[in-house]
């Protein structure tokens, strides 16, 4: 059984940065693409990032591109979401998601394994 917890977030002004943690126990989720997502109140939950188990493929929302990036470190059974430039609209539960298959999905029923969030508030 894979188990995901999500760190780093935080409060942070408009236009600064922010780096969230995934980090894996119970199994390694070496072999396990990674996706983040987000919820801001009374939305739905997005799809923002994700990046293959081989660390060799990512895809981002386009209302993140060019700002955030997607990294991981599979000895330390950890992926990273790097968030630059953040806007007020980024404001939300960030929650990271593992699937075992090997192409990079989008939506939440695709991912079988969850974290439990960290919530990110930017400020104007």
């Known amino acids: 059984q894979v188990q995901l917890v999500e760190s780093g977030g935080g409060l942070v002004q408009a236009g600064g940065s922010l780096r969230l943690s995934c980090a894996g126990s119970?199994?390694?989720?070496?072999?396990?693409?990674v996706a983040w997502f987000r919820q801001a109140p009374g939305k739905e939950r997005d799809f923002v990032a994700a990046?293959?188990?081989?660390?060799?493929?990512?895809n981002f929302a386009d209302s993140v591109k060019g700002r955030f990036t997607t990294t991981r470190d599979n000895a330390k059974n950890t992926v990273y979401l790097q968030m630059n430039s953040l806007k007020p609209e980024d404001t939300a539960v960030y929650y990271c998601?593992?699937?075992?298959?090997?192409?990079?999905?989008?939506?939440?029923?695709?991912?079988?394994?969850w974290g439990q969030g960290t919530q990110v508030t930017v400020s104007s």
């Open positions: 990046i293959r188990w081989s660390g060799d493929s990512t």
């Open positions: 998601a593992a699937d075992p298959g090997y192409d990079i999905k989008l939506t939440t029923l695709d991912y079988a394994y």
């Open positions: 119970g199994r390694t989720i070496a072999f396990y693409t």
